[in-house]
């Protein structure tokens, strides 16, 4: 337990002392975040605000975990899918620096480094890890036997998490903190399951970033994660859910996400059915900020919901194992 709060203390300093630094070269060479013109109308005054944040979050992961690290395949598995991940988001936020413009790489750019991703975690989790190629569902308490499906649903795992992240990430502070919340219950997770120390020492190291970098980036943020820091955690949520068999309880652990995703569906489908609106806007963050509900009002309430759903999937995980 004490090298687990020595590595997410570490994450947590070394984001905050390198924090100022970074946001200051950012500064001078102008990488700032651009508004979609769509948004909500108070977030143009956001623009200019340096993001890419997450460079800071993943260093600060990284020096810890590849110093105090044993190498366990699981491990080995999370860490790169994070990187990876991190890596798509970061392509991506330079697009957007260098073309000045919303959007960054193409869906189908996206889609393949996806797909990249899900291969290599499913490659390193059934013949490194030794995992099997099932899906347990602890709430019924049985297995399914996916067999040669197993390599979808994981795509599917990594391409939901990543993206619910991303979608969440449009209000100071709110993914990162959400984020912490989630990772916070796989370090209870791992920790009480044999074997799986490593997995422990790395969802620490994510905590700690993420409340490091929470420093600068709540309200008002003077830095934002961008897609490097959201695309990132999420491949790192989704990966500690295939290596720690949670797949289906990821559902509840990060329902924050999962709500964020699905209001954009919802609005989505019906107006492209219906021609009509469910929300004011999606995500639906969006839609408390139009009914005039402050950005720090709905980021507390959201972080309050985000703890309620980590602290019930993480009561059915204990009951799972009893």
Known sequence: MGEVLIAGMASLLICIFLSPTFIAWLRVRSFGQHIREEGPEGHHEKAGTPTMGGVIIFTAVSIPFLLLS?????????????????????????????????????????????????????????????????????????????????????????????????????????????????????????????GQDDLSLLAACLVGACVGFLWFNAFPATIFMGDTGS????????GLAVMT????????????????????????????TFRKRVFLMAPIHHHFEILGW???????????????????????????IS
């Open 294 to 320: 402050s950005e720090t009002k709905i980021i507390l309430r959201f972080w309050i919901l985000a703890a309620v759903c980590a602290a019930s999937g993480f009561t059915l995980y204990q009951a799972s």
């Open 70 to 194: 044993d190498y366990d395949w699981r491990s080995v598995g999370v860490y790169g899918a994070a990187m990876l991940s991190a890596l798509m988001g970061f392509a991506d936020d330079w697009t957007k620096i260098a073309k000045r413009r919303s959007l960054g790489i193409s869906g189908k750019t996206k889609l393949v480094g996806q797909i990249v991703i899900a291969l290599g975690l499913w490659y390193v989790a059934t013949e490194k890890a030794g995992l099997s190629d099932t899906l347990r569902l602890r709430t019924l308490d049985a297995t399914i036997d996916l067999g040669v499906l197993y390599p979808l649903f994981i795509y599917l795992v990594v391409a939901g998490t990543t993206n619910a992240v991303n979608l969440t990430d449009g209000l100071d502070g709110l993914a990162a903190g959400c984020a912490a919340i989630v990772l916070l219950a796989y370090i209870g997770i791992t920790f009480i399951s044999s």
């Open 231 to 238: 695309l990132g955690l999420g491949g790192a949520i989704a």
């Open 245 to 272: 068999k949670t797949e289906e309880l990821l559902i509840l652990l990060g329902g924050i996400f999962v709500v964020e995703a699905l209001s954009v569906l919802i609005q989505v489908f019906s107006f492209q």
